[in-house]
């Protein structure tokens, strides 16, 4: 059953990328491997806006964050891991995995990380090596302030480590202007492509975290010193250490070009046209949003569960009848919120409008009123 993709990725992507897929596998090496690495590594540095090294590995973007973490950080060493969702738990779970001891900043759910807080645990936290941080925490879709924690974090001569797995072309984030040590994120989300590769870029200051921690390796596939070494002494034949998913890479070097070619905010308004009709629709229909602004991202929207229907049945209902999946809410906000996404194809007018149209039935089957002019008042043709 090929169901229509609302949920937080990944996401449906265009027929242009599916294409380019579709070819012969290729070396990852040689020639005209290397121009193509050149040329997606070239626009992903545009994406990210930065001028640090970037490695695009094969996997998901989860497996990175264990890079970063552990090339460097050495066992026994302290991180503040900020926690105000499922994924900064998670977060949390992968820094124990190395050995490192954490400490929690935390947000209620549904709530920003607040760099004060950042600031006096830095203060308590003296033995504190790093910092790390999820921009868009998408089991609540809040989106962190992630320059002001970078901000802080530098104050305290600190590298920050973010997951920007969900945020990296769906909001502005200028890896350089910020001074985002470590970014992590992935081909999956708001880059519009299917999962199966992931990107690291990896500035000044955090290459001095890795090489000041030069007798100590957590294995060799995550390890930040075996992608440069491979991207240094075989740059002119295979810059990648393993074997590349190569028809991935094809794909998304489209969605990249496609992207860029556009330009960058006209990518990220897409996203937020999307989410406005979205909001506007749901909220036509009496769903509140679970987030406040200025922190709700235009990438996904959690609505909350409504009093009269357990959230199951709305999205039992919308996989099963109409085909149409959307996503439940991860741990603690399990049967109280649905989260729905705004990237791929479900940012385009025509899947809007079904989706809409889909929920609209079901609150009508359950005798809900609700002007049907209101329901589709945000959508603008050109999403
Ligand atoms: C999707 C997501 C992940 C998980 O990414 P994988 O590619 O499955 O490892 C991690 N963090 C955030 C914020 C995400 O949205």
């Known amino acids: 059953m090929q169901y229509k993709l609302f949920i937080p990725g ?8 599916l294409s380019a897929m579709a070819q012969q596998t290729r070396p990852h090496y040689g020639a005209e491997w290397l121009e193509v690495h050149r040329e997606v590594s070239s626009l992903l540095r545009q994406i990210f806006e930065t001028e640090n090294d970037i490695f695009l590995v094969p996997g998901a973007g989860s497996a990175l964050l264990d890079m970063a973490l552990g090339s460097m950080l050495a066992t026994g060493e302290t991180v503040i891991v900020g926690d105000n969702g499922f994924f ?36 308590r936290e003296p033995a504190a090596r790093a910092v790390a941080v999820i921009h868009h925490e998408t089991a609540t879709t809040v989106l962190n302030p992630l320059q002001e924690l970078a ?91 393993v074997t590349m998913p190569t028809n991935n890479i094809l794909g998304l070097r489209v969605s990249l070009r496609n992207i860029v070619g556009k330009g ?14 979205v909001r506007q629709g749901l909220g036509a229909m009496g769903f509140a949003q679970m987030v406040a602004e200025p922190y709700a991202s235009p990438i996904a929207t959690a609505f909350k569960a409504r ?22 809410g991860l741990g603690p906000l399990a049967g109280r919120v649905f989260r729905v996404g705004h990237m791929g194809k479900a940012a385009t007018p ?34």
Not at 10 to 17: N, Q, S, T
Not at 164 to 169: C, N, Q, R, V, Y
Not at 191 to 202: N, T
Not at 365 to 376: H, L, P
Request: charge should be negative; charged fraction near 20%; aromatic fraction near 10%.
């Open 10 to 17: 990944p996401c449906e992507v265009d027929e242009a990328v």
């Open 88 to 123: 900064g738990s998670r977060l949390q779970a992968m820094a124990r995995g190395y050995g490192l001891r954490v400490v929690s900043l935390l947000a209620e759910h549904g709530h920003p990380l607040d760099p004060d807080d950042l600031r006096r645990l830095l203060a």
């Open 151 to 241: 901000a802080v974090t530098h104050e305290a001569g600190l590298p920050i480590i973010v997951d920007a797995i969900s945020s990296l072309g769906g909001v502005s984030l200028p890896v350089d202007a910020w001074g985002i040590d470590v970014c992590v994120s992935v081909a999956n989300k708001c880059l519009e492509c299917p999962p199966g590769v992931a990107f690291i870029s990896v500035g000044p200051r955090a290459w001095e975290w890795v090489d000041g921690h030069e007798n100590q390796h957590h294995g060799w596939y995550l390890d930040l010193r075996t992608w440069r070494q491979y991207a240094t002494e075989w740059a002119d034949w295979h810059p990648s250490p």
């Open 264 to 277: 960058l905010e006209n990518h990220f308004a897409h996203f937020r046209q999307a989410a406005h009709a």
């Open 307 to 328: 009093p009269e229907f357990a959230v199951k049945e709305l999205i039992d209902y919308l996989a099963q009848s109409q085909g149409i999946l959307v996503s439940g």
């Open 350 to 383: 025509p899947y809007i409008k079904e989706f809409l149209s889909a929920v609209a039935l079901f609150m009508r089957q359950r005798g809900f009123e609700f002007s049907e002019a209101d329901v589709y008042s945000g959508l603008v043709e050109k999403v």
